[in-house]
Each structure stands twice: as structure tokens, then as C-alpha cells.
């Protein structure tokens, strides 16, 4: 069983930065691919990030790569989505996942999710 809970989201001006942190609980944490997704309304959940078990491994959605940033801290059991230079359309309601294996853009690869937290980018 693993619990995710987001925070960090907030109201940023276009070209800001937020930072994101997804807590864990869980045995399993550190054996697990991570992911963030993100939901605007009207919109399907799509990918944004993800890192592997290990964090050797990133990848990201074409629309964030070389703003966004994820990490992840196994001894706190943590993940961190470090975003800059955003944009009015990064405005979504953002979510941690957790997947049993390797990381994965699909979001029902992903079996764990917390609740989302708002990110609101103003123009």
C-alpha cells in the first residue's frame, strides 16, 4: 500500500516557478517509478514527468522538457517536481503517482495517485 500527497501548488505569474513535493508512505516507496500527471478542466489527465525506481532514469512530456525538473529523495520519500518559466497553459490540477515497476507515460500503468494540488499560472 502506498499514500501520495501533493503539495506546493499555488498562483504563479507567467515565467515564474513552483515547486511541487509528493510525500509517500509505504514500504515499497523506493522500489517504485514515479510520476507526475496533470489535469486542466475539460481536458484528459496527460503525463508530465516521471523517474525511475533508482532516479537514473527521467522522462518527460515534450510540452515541460527543459523547464520542468523531477527528482526524488528515497530516504525521505519524496518527489519533486521543480517547475520554471510557466506558462498559462501548465494551469492544471497536478498529481503524484506511483507505479509497481518501470516508469511509464500511461497513466494506468500508474496504481497509486494522490489527491492533486491546483497550479494556477496567470498571464
Known amino acids: 500500500q502506498v499514500q501520495l500527497v501533493e503539495s506546493g501548488g499555488g498562483l504563479v505569474q507567467a515565467g515564474g516557478s513552483l515547486r511541487l513535493s509528493c510525500a509517500a508512505s509505504?514500504?515499497?516507496?523506493?522500489?517504485?517509478?514515479m510520476g507526475w500527471f496533470r489535469q486542466a478542466p475539460g481536458q484528459e489527465r496527460e503525463f508530465v514527468a516521471a523517474i525511475s525506481w533508482s532516479g537514473a532514469g527521467t522522462y518527460y512530456a515534450d510540452s515541460v522538457k527543459g523547464r520542468f525538473t523531477i527528482s526524488r529523495d528515497s530516504a525521505k520519500n519524496t518527489v519533486t517536481l521543480q517547475m520554471g518559466s510557466l506558462k498559462p497553459d501548465d494551469t492544471a490540477i497536478y498529481y503524484c503517482a506511483s507505479a509497481p515497476s518501470y516508469l511509464s507515460t500511461t497513466p494506468s500503468r500508474y496504481d497509486y495517485w494522490g489527491q492533486g494540488t491546483q497550479v494556477t499560472v496567470s498571464s
Open positions: 509505504g514500504r515499497s516507496f523506493a522500489s517504485r517509478a
